[in-house]
């Protein structure tokens, strides 16, 4: 049977043993470099602000997914922010148990729309709740590297949450 022929019965199919090899250079693209240059060079945590309906993306986008404009404006966003979810891994990447769970979150930035996925640090699992204040802990400046482990994790803090957000959030907060 051709490669290119079409089975006809299911019981035609034959498996191929081998293996595939298959590499990829994971590349972050325009908007990726900005934010890890940004990140790594000032401290800072930028988003991308979508012109037209106002929205804010941590990490940055090159185009608004709600709208499909061109995005260009990057802004900061600030290095605090609100938990909006939290849980514990138990495991790696690879499905390999960790030494010890690590605690994680997501974090909604006091300037963006988008929660960002990252790990909490300096409190226990009992002290984490929803809509806590947490801000980042980054690396020393030498130390970084321009990936997102520049920013070592998220611990609560102790300063309020803005009095008038002048963006719009997370679809919870749009008007129908």
């Given at each position: ?9 299911p019981a ?8 595939l ?14 934010f ?15 012109e ?5 993306y ?23 922010g ?27 930035l ?20 929803i ?7 980054l ?38």
């Amino acid at each position: 049977m051709a490669f290119k022929t079409r089975i006809q019965r299911p019981a035609e199919a034959k498996p191929w043993y081998g293996e595939l090899p298959v590499e990829s250079l994971y590349t972050m693209g325009i908007a990726g470099e900005k934010f890890f240059r940004t990140l790594k060079d000032k401290g800072k945590i930028i988003g991308a602000r979508c012109e037209k309906c106002n929205y804010v993306y941590v990490p940055p986008k090159m185009y608004c997914e709600r709208c499909f404009e061109s995005i260009e404006k990057m802004v900061d966003v600030g290095l605090t922010g609100t938990l909006t979810s939290f849980t514990l891994v138990y495991t790696d990447i690879d499905g390999n148990p960790l030494p010890k769970p690590e605690m994680v979150g997501l974090i909604q930035l006091d300037g963006a729309s988008t929660n960002l996925f990252h790990r909490l640090g300096e409190c226990a699992m009992d002290d984490l709740y929803i809509d806590l204040r947490v801000e980042a802990v980054l690396k020393p400046a030498k130390q970084r590297t321009g990936s997102i482990n520049d920013i070592k994790y998220f611990k609560p803090s102790k300063k309020k949450r803005p009095i008038n957000r002048s963006r719009k959030t997370v679809d919870r907060d749009r008007k129908p």
